[in-house]
């Protein structure tokens, strides 16, 4: 069965700091999602890594892909209170002819000021 | 605003009850997922559609029930309901629903589901 498992599942920092969540997923795939959820609000679309080695930047965020680890890493440089949110990964592979799109725990982040 | 509308935003309702969730997905888009987020089970993946039919099937209850329309519209159908049943409940659309080259998912805004 197919596991996506993201670490920590929560996150406290103060604002200026560095940190990283991880994503690990059990699975053969070269793709991988992260997506941001507000409180109570609905998932947005970060950023979309689709062979190993891929990096991708926006802002504050940058995330990497390694499909040889089963790996993905979303670093967070330093962090302000507008980045509190969940951030959740997801793998997308096909498995006996199915297609599946499967979320991570997601990790919450809190950003204090 | 993803696009993607779901009705209706909230509802409450008794045990033992049926309800209907509707989604349109965004414009061009033929593959409707839906998914439960509930506080202690993280985003779980129900079903998928694509053109109108199943694809996939994740861990749905035969309590419960879905389909896509030919006007690409969607909803899954709750019955029985339970008091665990109470969580958010999302659709989520996107163009294609199989592996290509990079499958970035729509989500709606959700719809909240109290079972009292």
């Known amino acids: 069965e197919l596991k996506v498992e993201q670490n920590p599942l929560f996150l406290s920092m103060q604002e200026g700091k560095n940190y990283t969540i991880y994503c690990n997923y059990s699975t053969t795939s070269d793709r991988l999602y992260w997506y941001r959820q507000d409180p109570g609000k609905s998932l947005e679309s970060l950023f979309v890594l689709l062979s190993n080695g891929a990096v991708k930047q926006e802002g504050r965020l940058m995330a990497s892909l390694d499909t040889k680890a089963r790996l993905s890493t979303l670093h967070i440089t330093a962090a302000v209170h507008d980045l509190s949110a969940t951030y959740f990964c997801?793998?997308?592979?096909?498995?006996?002819?199915?297609?599946?799109?499967?979320f991570g725990t997601g990790t919450r982040l809190k950003v204090l000021a | 605003d993803s696009g993607v509308t779901q009705t209706p935003k909230h509802l409450i309702t008794a045990t033992g009850q049926r309800v209907t969730l509707r989604c349109s997905p965004r414009s061009g888009d033929l593959s409707v997922y839906w998914y439960q987020q509930s506080l202690d089970q993280g985003l779980q993946f129900l079903i998928q559609?694509?053109?109108?039919?199943?694809?996939a099937k994740g861990n749905i209850l035969e309590r419960f029930s879905a389909q896509q329309f030919p006007d690409l519209h969607s909803e899954l159908n709750l019955s029985s309901l339970e008091l665990g049943d109470s969580a958010l409940y999302f659709c989520?659309?996107?163009?294609?629903?199989?592996?290509?080259?990079?499958?970035?998912?729509?989500f709606g805004e959700g719809s909240w589901l109290t079972v009292v």
């Open positions: 997801a793998v997308d592979f096909t498995t006996s002819g199915t297609y599946k799109y499967i």
């Open positions: 559609y694509y053109n109108g039919e199943e694809r």
């Open positions: 989520a659309s996107s163009v294609v629903g199989q592996r290509t080259s990079g499958n970035t998912i729509y």
